[in-house]
């Protein structure tokens, strides 16, 4: 049977229905699936929060035995592995389902089209690549996570009339209206991360946070790139972090393996790389990496090109970096640490470093949210793969912080995606393909 203009109707509203648990799910993807009879939905269901039970378990489910004979729409393929839940594949094909539309193959080498072959060799239809464009947008950050090995990131900011993004001193400046800040609270809310760098911490003091009612919960964990152990205990970040996690990224020289090893770069370790088995480990610094059970992150570790030293070192004017005692250092991190942060070692001017060690802890998308230096890190990179600019008519004139980029200067590659407006303030985004 061929695609109709009701399967792709179908299938947009299972995409829809996916979005309600994005960032949700862990490291599963929020998946949508509809069981639909005679042009009627029978069944609908999302991926439930934590990433099970499946979709496809729930809405078979609802749908009982009007499942018999019916269309089921998913927006990825249906899995065949037995994990922590049975193959829906298997589910599908006893509810006695017909046919199964699908929009994205899963890249899950547990899967990889195994779930479309069980299909059809129980006789079921199956037609993939539905709405395949909008679907792999659904599952970003789950795709990126699986093929790349790095988190989906979104580099988010909010420009004056004059193209600033604040002003040197003064800590958080108002530039976009409430309306925006409601639609930014909301991209907080579906992204499993957020980081910005230790200069943008000390200055505006952010709670980077989830605060609109209903969806405190949702907050993503708060990743400092934060070198030298700066980020004052008074901070709001300190201060919550055993309500919300926050992970400082400090550098590896701060690291307790590295002063334990009478001046050995921590690459020199036998066996531990300059990321793998630090940014996992368990809260204990002082306990010794282990040289087995590295995470996948070594290999990246080890490969990372030193030329990408960072445009970040001196955003703290005055620090010298790695200028501190290990003493002084070990107190700062013992602090930290007692007030409930994990502090991490790891280069935090390598985003191609950070990034795969945070997709291995789980995380399959990271908003980097400020400041400037940070914003040229990942760009410079090659890192953003979505960027979403706010343009406010506020003008902030004198001792303006010049914004990384405008609408006249996005990076090659990305592509205009859309334009909304939020109050007085306009959003346009820019994607790369996935
Ligand atoms: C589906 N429907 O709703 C989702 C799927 O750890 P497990 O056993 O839950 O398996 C995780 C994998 O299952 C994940 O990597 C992806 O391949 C698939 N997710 N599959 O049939 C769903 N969320
Ligand atoms: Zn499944």
Redesign the pocket.
């Given at each position: 049977m061929s695609i109709t203009p009701h399967d792709e109707r179908f299938m947009a509203a299972a995409i829809r229905l996916s979005r309600w648990h994005l960032g949700r799910?862990a490291?599963?993807?929020?998946?949508g699936?509809l069981i639909v009879r005679d042009g009627v939905i029978v069944g609908r269901?999302?991926?439930a929060l934590s990433?099970?039970?499946?979709?496809?378990?729930q809405a078979l489910a609802e749908a009982g035995v009007l499942a018999r004979g019916a269309t089921a729409y998913?927006t990825?393929?249906?899995?065949s592995?037995?994990?922590?839940?049975p193959?829906?594949?298997e589910a599908l094909i006893a509810y006695g389902v017909a046919r199964v539309v699908i929009s994205v193959t899963?890249?899950?080498p547990?899967?990889s089209g195994r779930?479309i072959a069980m299909l059809r060799e129980a006789g079921i239809e199956v037609d993939a690549g539905v709405l395949e464009a909008e679907g792999r947008h659904s599952l970003a950050a789950?795709l990126t996570r699986?093929t790349k090995n790095r988190p989906y990131v979104t580099l988010k900011l909010a420009v004056s009339a004059d193209g600033m993004i604040g002003r040197k001193g003064e800590g958080q400046v108002a530039i976009t209206g409430p309306e925006a800040r409601a639609q930014v609270q909301a991209l907080r809310a579906e992204t499993d991360a957020i980081l910005v760098g230790i200069g943008t911490a000390i200055a505006d003091d952010p709670l980077l946070t989830v605060r609109t009612p209903g969806l405190e919960s949702q907050s993503p964990i708060r990743i400092v790139l934060d070198p030298s152990l700066a980020l004052p205990l008074t901070s709001k970040l300190v201060a919550t972090a055993r309500e919300v996690s926050v992970i400082v990224v400090a550098s590896e020289e701060m690291s307790p393996l590295s002063s334990d090893a009478e001046g050995l770069p921590p690459s020199a370790l036998p066996g531990i790389s300059p990321t793998g088995g630090e940014i996992g480990k368990e809260r204990d610094p002082n306990s010794p990496a282990p040289d087995s059970n590295l995470s996948p992150s070594v290999n990246v570790a080890q490969g990372a090109r030193p030329d990408l030293i960072s445009p970040l070192v001196g955003e703290m004017p005055g620090r010298a970096e790695g200028g501190a005692s290990t003493a002084d250092m070990d107190s700062r991190r013992a602090a930290l640490e007692a007030a409930g942060v994990e502090v991490v070692h790891c280069n935090p001017y390598h985003p191609e470093v950070l990034l795969p060690a945070l997709a291995t802890r789980g995380i399959s998308s990271l908003l980097v949210e400020g400041g400037a230096k940070t914003a040229r890190l990942f760009l410079e990179a090659g890192l953003v793969d979505r960027i979403q600019l706010y343009q406010a008519p506020v003008v902030i004139g004198g001792g303006g912080i010049e914004s990384p980029l405008d609408a006249t200067d996005i990076p090659s590659g990305f592509a205009h995606t859309g334009t909304l407006m939020f109050g007085e303030d306009r959003l346009d985004e820019y994607e790369r393909g996935l």
């Open positions: 799910t490291t599963n993807p929020s998946v699936c269901a999302v991926t990433g099970r039970p499946h979709a496809e378990t998913v990825l393929e249906p899995c592995h037995h994990g922590k839940t193959p829906c594949s899963d890249p899950d547990r899967v779930g789950y699986q």
